[in-house]
């Protein structure tokens, strides 16, 4: 049996704009093993400070225990990435128990 972090590093994730349109480095999808798994995307809303709004979008893991909580708020694009991805690998986890 891997272990947890064993398996995270044999998972290649990789990152892609979702829109053209969209300014370079404020929008993008976590692609893994050919599928979308999620997206991360700059939001500013008024006076408040701009977020980076993350979210687990993997249609196999849709409606799974502990799906409730897949999206969140970041303060950098880095941040909402790992978050990202950290939710993926928790959900995947889960999934597999």
């Keep these: 049996m891997q272990s947890a ?3 995270r590093r044999a998972t290649s994730i990789t990152w892609r704009r979702t829109f053209p349109e969209s300014a370079p ?3 993008g999808v976590a692609i893994c093993e050919g599928r979308v798994i999620g997206r991360v995307r ?3 809303l008024g006076p ?6 993350w979210s687990v979008t993997d249609p196999e893991l849709a409606g799974l225990p502990g799906w ?3 999206d969140g708020e970041m ?3 880095r941040q909402a990435m790992d978050r990202l991805i950290e939710r993926w ?5 889960s999934s597999r128990a």
């Excluded at 408040?48 to 709004?53: A, E």
């Excluded at 690998?89 to 986890?93: K, S, V």
């Design 75 to 77: 303060p950098s694009r």
């Design 89 to 93: 690998h928790e959900l995947r986890a």
């Design 25 to 27: 480095g404020t929008d």
């Design 48 to 53: 408040r400070d701009p977020v980076w709004l």
């Design 68 to 70: 409730a909580n897949t």
């Design 5 to 7: 972090v064993s398996s």
């Design 42 to 44: 700059y939001h500013q």
